[in-house]
């Protein structure tokens, strides 16, 4: 699973070919030994949990590279190499 950005100990990943399990688009973020499913662009959180704080930063990321997520769940769909996003700063 390519790790696209890292922030705050929180690690986004994509997985290739990854539509069949959440018909939707969507990332995976792990922080600590947590791990949760969010959707792309509106940020809904689809399976699992991270602390609320870390949550927050990863939809604040979110907003803010909304158009490079979605580009990047488009390559990884057709299988193609993903481009890493700047973490939040």
């Known amino acids: 699973m390519p790790v696209i950005s890292m922030f705050y100990g929180v ?3 994509l997985y290739f070919v990854d ?3 959440h018909h ?3 990332i995976h973020v792990r922080y600590q030994d947590e791990e949760a499913v969010v959707s ?3 940020g809904n959180l689809l399976e699992g949990q991270i ?3 870390k949550m927050r930063l990863v939809l604040a ?3 803010i590279h909304k158009d ?3 580009a990047n ?3 990884a769909v057709q299988g193609q190499p993903l481009f890493k996003i700047d973490p939040l700063r």
């Open 40 to 42: 792309i662009p509106e």
């Open 73 to 75: 769940w488009n390559l």
């Open 68 to 70: 490079e997520l979605i």
């Open 24 to 26: 939707m688009p969507h």
């Open 51 to 53: 602390p609320s704080g």
């Open 61 to 63: 990321w979110m907003e």
């Open 19 to 21: 539509n069949k399990r």
């Open 11 to 13: 690690i986004v990943s």
